[in-house]
């Protein structure tokens, strides 16, 4: 079956970049979007095919997706941004999530 | 505005089988490309996609757990309903349905916390 690694955590500073990486066999040949889960709530649709983001998401959120990694990169990271992040693909399964990243905001 | 509740029991026994539905407003079942997902996650851990319906009553699941689902529609109702038999303690785990479009799961319920014990 298809799998999608992502990091357990990543950490950054206030107003730095955070990287979230998601690897899976060929991601960059299939749509990945990516949900922000805060604690005790539902997640959220921040980016979906590969780099489109939903109305009402911030700029400062974006994503790419190639060979066989895809990255949700937030620039000017805040503190509301700490969050748990998953990335999810459609396969033949049809749908896969990663295991999650935790996102720090030092 | 679209928006999904989910409903069913809050505690199940172990072997019993776990009915969900999903009941929602915003949009119609019965528009081309729109589907209605099931994930769950238990305490502390990742999301796991279970099932998915779409507008066609196309029916995906995941392939661990095929054996014990079911998914159905009633459009006129505007509900999804999901079975999951056998059910055991690691069946645990909130679950949530989703409105899906263009590859993604856009609006989520606020989820249902499903504890399995004797």
């Known amino acids: 079956s298809y799998e999608l690694t992502q990091p357990p955590s990543v950490s950054v500073s206030p107003g730095q970049t955070a990287s979230i990486t998601c690897s899976g066999d060929?991601?960059?040949?299939?749509?990945a979007c990516w949900y922000q889960q805060k604690s005790g709530q539902s997640p959220v649709l921040v980016i979906y095919?590969?780099?489109k983001r939903p109305s009402g998401i911030p700029e400062r959120f974006s994503g790419s997706n190639s060979g066989n990694t895809a990255t949700l990169t937030i620039s000017g990271t805040q503190a509301m941004d700490e969050a748990d992040y998953y990335c999810?693909?459609?396969?033949?399964?049809?749908?896969?999530f990663g295991g999650g990243t935790k996102l720090t905001v030092l | 505005q679209i928006t999904l509740k989910e409903s069913g029991p809050t505690l199940v026994k172990p072997t019993q089988t776990l009915t969900l539905t999903c009941t929602f407003s915003?949009?119609?079942?019965?528009?081309?490309?729109?589907?209605v997902g099931w994930i769950r996650q238990p305490p502390g851990k990742a999301l796991e996609w279970l099932a998915l319906?779409?507008?066609?009553?196309?029916?995906r699941y995941s392939p661990s757990l095929k054996s014990r689902l079911t998914i159905t529609k009633d459009t006129s109702k505007n509900q999804v309903v999901l079975t999951m038999t056998n059910m055991d303690p690691v069946d645990t785990a909130t679950y949530y349905c989703?409105?899906?479009?263009?590859?993604?799961?856009?609006?989520w319920g606020q989820g249902t916390l499903v504890t399995v014990s004797s």
């Open positions: 989703a409105h899906c479009i263009a590859a993604a799961f856009d609006y």
């Open positions: 915003g949009f119609s079942l019965s528009t081309s490309g729109v589907g």
């Open positions: 319906i779409y507008w066609d009553d196309d029916k």
């Open positions: 060929k991601l960059g040949d299939k749509y």
């Open positions: 095919q590969d780099s």
């Open positions: 999810q693909a459609w396969d033949s399964s049809p749908v896969v």
